[in-house]
């Protein structure tokens, strides 16, 4: 197995808790509260800002200028990742003075918190590997709701949002990802791959904890 695969089956049983988690459900048969919802987007919208910031950190950590480059080129992907959520914050009624008087939430802020002390912390592939659980999960999550139901893509509502992450590009963007992980640890020691398997491991966790936080909307 290469990097990727032995992370993912390290955090295999986390992710399958993914899929049945009662605000994905919610996604998948279009019957999510839209309050829910609502409470979800706008903390997202707060991650994604730390997410880049994650990226940002990674371009200076990075040791060569190929690695440099894909980290700066995810940083302007991620105001294309913002453009669906304000299409989805426009459609609530979302107010931008709204989310910035809106706190982070304890679970949002502890995920946020993690990933930059890795990025300040740890090198190249580590940030990587904790950029990846959101960026990969998303798209497995989405592709999993339209296998169990093809029509989800079809909802008014909920549709953009499946649609967001399952098209080509945005699979293409995690390929590159994960290739270059791959990369970056071909020659890691058992040691510093079980080091990497922890960081994957307690993002995917805290994905975990972003949608029971979001299913209990709760600060």
Request: one cysteine or more; charged letters at 25%; aromatic letters at 14%.
């Given at each position: 197995m290469n990097t990727t695969e032995k992370l993912l089956a390290a955090a295999a049983e986390i992710w399958k808790c993914y899929h049945g988690h009662p605000f994905?459900?919610?996604i998948k048969?279009?019957?999510?509260?839209?309050?829910?919802?609502?409470?979800y987007i706008i903390q997202d919208y707060l991650y994604l800002e730390d997410y880049a910031k994650t990226f940002a950190v990674g371009v200076a950590k990075a040791k060569s200028l190929r690695t440099a480059n894909l980290f700066a080129k995810y940083i302007p992907v991620m105001n294309g990742e913002l453009d669906v959520h304000s299409g989805y914050l426009a459609r609530l009624g979302v107010t931008q003075e709204?989310?910035?008087?809106?706190?982070?939430?304890?679970?949002n802020l502890s995920y946020t918190s993690y990933m930059l002390r890795v990025a300040y912390e740890e090198g190249e592939a580590e940030i990587l590997a904790a950029i990846l659980v959101c960026a990969y999960s998303y798209e497995v999550i989405a592709k999993n709701i339209?296998?169990?139901?093809?029509?989800?893509?079809?909802?008014?509502?909920?549709g953009d949002w499946i649609?967001?992450?399952?098209?080509?590009?945005?699979?293409?963007?995690?390929?590159?990802?994960?290739?270059?992980?791959?990369?970056?640890?071909e020659n890691y020691t058992e040691?510093?791959?079980?080091?990497?398997?922890?960081?994957?491991?307690?993002?995917?966790?805290?994905e975990l904890m972003f949608w029971?936080?979001?299913?209990?909307?709760r600060l």
């Amino acid at each position: 197995m290469n990097t990727t695969e032995k992370l993912l089956a390290a955090a295999a049983e986390i992710w399958k808790c993914y899929h049945g988690h009662p605000f994905v459900q919610g996604i998948k048969n279009g019957t999510l509260d839209k309050e829910k919802f609502r409470f979800y987007i706008i903390q997202d919208y707060l991650y994604l800002e730390d997410y880049a910031k994650t990226f940002a950190v990674g371009v200076a950590k990075a040791k060569s200028l190929r690695t440099a480059n894909l980290f700066a080129k995810y940083i302007p992907v991620m105001n294309g990742e913002l453009d669906v959520h304000s299409g989805y914050l426009a459609r609530l009624g979302v107010t931008q003075e709204e989310i910035d008087s809106t706190p982070r939430s304890i679970g949002n802020l502890s995920y946020t918190s993690y990933m930059l002390r890795v990025a300040y912390e740890e090198g190249e592939a580590e940030i990587l590997a904790a950029i990846l659980v959101c960026a990969y999960s998303y798209e497995v999550i989405a592709k999993n709701i339209v296998k169990d139901r093809p029509d989800s893509v079809r909802d008014e509502f909920y549709g953009d949002w499946i649609k967001g992450y399952t098209n080509d590009d945005y699979s293409r963007e995690n390929v590159i990802l994960m290739e270059e992980l791959n990369r970056l640890t071909e020659n890691y020691t058992e040691k510093q791959l079980q080091h990497l398997a922890g960081i994957f491991t307690a993002c995917s966790r805290y994905e975990l904890m972003f949608w029971d936080m979001a299913w209990n909307t709760r600060l």
